[in-house]
């Protein structure tokens, strides 16, 4: 049996800036609720006994926000630089085969967080390449809960959900997209609305997704760090105890971290390359319509591997990829990273985080990834993001 989605009038509303995050308020409309109030930080060791145990969700507490020290700001500065270019390039590409799958007309609709940032270069590109305003909304995914189902009857109910494509930053082993594909299907069961599950991602090492700007694992800066480069707002939060049933997913606006916020000079750093990479995104986009861009996923089957050989049996700990060995370092309690001979040079900040936390370092020659985090299991029955 479907529900009808409900008026537009009994829906919450999107959260903007300044009030809610620092992006400016035409970037993006949050889908989220501010829970600025609710004391939901936690040390990583508790979180992960938690989560591991089954205790808990990953999404019900938030990990304590890290703050860059000034050596960790320079290496992002340095890989900044170092890779713009190539972001821009990738941040086009990406964009225009967005805009081909959806006629011109897409709506994108960023998986917060780490696809916030990557949604407004989007839309960016699209204004300055393609003179087309493309709405931009972000909301919350939760593995093993799935898609705020309110932030989806709120799209339902603003715009044709034929229209909708979802955004992230990157791919580890896809588990993401297999979420996003899992909670749409669920949607249309429930609701009778059908969204396409396609994802448009920045970088797919893990060969997931046929929308991408790249198949490379390098490094992109805004992983790098936490909410100082994604609006200064956490991770979001899916707890029943701050959540009713009809609002959507919660986040904290960090204000109080204003004077170490980077999130508006990151997309204007990628964005000030755009004039300049017009013909190597033309490039890019005849290549990738040219190529067969089916999922292999071989992210996953190499994860598989990994677990095994490293005694861990669980692929939810074992996170592949440059973006996903960060959050590691960042959020969880690391066991070992794993890093590919040829990629140290490139993994920089890595290197530095797993030296500030005491996790050692092992070099693969023929890693499928540039690294790979691996979360110390034994914190209880595992089971997290």
Known sequence: MTSPIPPAAVLPHPLSGPAFGSYAAEDVSWLLQDLQGAALEAPAEEREHAIQSGAANYAESLPIEYLPSPEYEALYREALERSGRRLAVAVGVVTDLALAARGDRPVFVSLARAGTPIGILMR?????????????????????????QT??????????PQQVIFVDGWTGKGAIARELSAAIALFSQTDGVFFKDDLAVLADPGHCVTIHGTREDYLIPSACLNSTVSGLVSRTVFNRDLIGEDEFHGAKFYAELSHNDVSRDFLDTVCGYFPDVADDVADGVAAANAEDRTPSWVGWKAVEQISTEYGINDVNLVKPGVGETTRVLLRRVPWKVLVRADAVADVAHVLLLAEQRGV?????????????GLIRPGHGLAGAQ
């Open 151 to 160: 932030a989806l009857r709120y799209l339902a109910a603003q715009h044709d």
């Open 360 to 372: 050692p370092i092992e070099i693969v020659p023929d890693l499928p990834y540039s690294c790979v």
């Open 124 to 148: 960016r590109w699209a204004q300055h390449a393609r003179g087309i305003d493309v709405p931009h909304y972000t909301m919350s995914i939760v593995r093993g809960v799935g898609l705020d």
